[in-house]
């Protein structure tokens, strides 16, 4: 696993000059086009891609179909039975890299301008996008993960202090729960992904618990599921998770609530929660469902505080890739398109999320809640890619995620990593 320090240093304090437009070798909208696209986005998220999509079909003459699906099975059955889409947009690296070893996407190598793409993309994010030396994959929106979004007017309203411990954001949840109010929402309702909330909760806390360096051993099977490190981290995840005084709507609501509507209970009138503990890019819909908000004043976060002082504040992030799977030349116009500055920019206003192009300018980022989504990535003392998204898919975006729910759903603990990690002996072996 890769620091990636040095790529939020590029990005967010580095406005890059771009070096010149990415030529496409030959122009599909003279010829007309059409390109698919199959991403795990809809709703407010697949606004927010269309609007990209829209520039293009509108600079190009190039029409653009979009699918939304969030069932990675079905993505790899169309790969495997001949029939894949033309691009893919994975949050996924460990597919992309299943994807390159099946051999079914293009090199993106063999036809961008790779001097333009290394001088815009720092290396630890080309690196996650590639396999065996090839570029396979261009990053879109990226996001922090480890947030908790509050309601600054409620705080100051109620003498809530941000907390700067584990054991403060603890004591702050009693304090809520006996002011009469469920302290947290947690939502993790996402169709077949449903469990991806849970898994962000548990590799924050394994960062807080056991740090990077043993982190990475976890998500590269290096250390089992049923080790003791890893039970510790799901068990301080249930101490709020499996309360019922502590969670809206109880262990039913956190199964059966839309991740995107997750942050909702903190911003109605009267708040129905007060914490909700979710990636930047539930900016995004707070801001759709309540359009009048004003960051900052009613709407902010703090970063998942500390457990275990040795490891101080760790960032998990996240971000998402385009893959190419049929070598056309429209499509070859799309994946310059989205690689190139003008592109990523828009990524960055449609999404409300941050760029790992450091073409993008830093007047860019407008809002002040993702100035200080950057801040805090800077202020991080070390960062790693969301673990889920690093594993093999069928425990990443499986064993993983079923897990979760089995959890919360009341199954005992060591039954539940017994699963998981007889899953993982087989899928680390392939």
């Known amino acids: 696993m890769n620091r990636l320090v040095g790529f939020l240093v590029l990005?967010?304090?580095?406005?890059?000059p771009l070096l010149g437009q990415i030529a496409p070798q030959q122009s599909a909208a003279a010829q007309g086009g059409r390109v698919e696209i199959l991403s795990p986005w809809g709703g407010e998220e697949e606004q927010a891609l269309l609007a990209v999509l829209e520039a293009f079909e509108a600079k190009t003459g190039i029409q653009v179909d979009h699918t939304g699906t969030r069932d990675v099975a079905s993505v790899i059955a169309r790969a495997e039975a001949g029939n894949p889409p033309d691009f893919y947009i994975s949050p996924l690296p460990a597919v992309v890299w299943?994807?390159?070893?099946?051999?079914?996407?293009?090199?993106?190598?063999s036809f961008l301008d790779m001097e333009q793409i290394e001088a815009d993309f720092a290396p630890d994010w080309l690196q996650l996008g590639s396999y065996e030396g090839h570029l396979y994959g261009i990053w879109g929106e990226v996001a922090p993960k480890?947030?908790?979004?509050?309601?600054?007017?409620?705080f100051a309203a109620q003498g809530y202090e941000i907390p700067t411990?584990?054991?403060?954001?603890?004591?702050?949840t009693e304090a809520m729960a006996a002011d009469g109010v469920k302290p947290w929402s947690i939502a993790m309702e996402s169709g077949d992904a449903t469990g991806w909330v849970g898994t962000d909760w548990i590799e924050d806390i394994m960062l807080r618990t056991v740090g990077p360096e043993v982190y990475d051993q976890w998500v590269n099977h290096e250390i089992p599921w049923t080790d003791e490190r890893v039970k510790h981290a799901w068990e301080v995840f249930g101490q709020i998770a499996l309360n019922e005084d502590y969670v809206l709507g109880g262990i039913d609501g956190e199964l059966s609530v839309f991740f995107g509507d997750g942050a909702d209970p903190l911003y109605t009138d009267p708040p129905n929660a007060d914490l909700h503990r979710m990636a930047l890019f539930i900016y995004g819909f707070i801001k759709n469902h309540f359009p009048e908000i004003e960051p900052i004043e009613q709407v902010n976060f703090f970063m998942v505080p500390p457990i275990d002082p040795e490891f101080g504040n760790p960032m998990l992030s996240s971000g998402s890739q385009l893959v190419m799977f049929n070598d056309t030349p429209a499509g070859r116009e799309f994946m310059e398109f989205w690689a190139s500055a003008e592109a990523q920019e828009l990524i960055v206003k449609s999404f409300n999320r941050l760029s790992a192009s450091a073409a993008v300018p830093l007047e860019a980022y407008t809002d002040p809640i993702l100035q200080n989504a950057a801040q805090l990535l800077l202020s991080a003392d070390a960062i790693r890619f969301d673990g889920s998204d690093l594993m093999p898919s069928s425990i990443g975006a499986g064993a993983f995620w079923t897990g979760v729910v089995d959890y919360v759903s009341g199954e005992d603990l060591d039954a539940v990593l017994a699963v998981i990690e007889e899953a993982?002996?087989?899928a680390y072996r392939d």
Not at 146 to 151: F, K, P, R
Not at 165 to 172: F, N, Q, R, S
């Open 11 to 16: 990005v967010m304090l580095v406005a890059v």
């Open 98 to 109: 299943e994807f390159a070893r099946d051999g079914y996407l293009v090199p993106l190598d």
């Open 146 to 154: 480890s947030l908790v979004w509050y309601n600054p007017e409620v």
């Open 165 to 172: 411990t584990w054991d403060e954001m603890v004591a702050l």
């Open 424 to 426: 993982a002996l087989s």
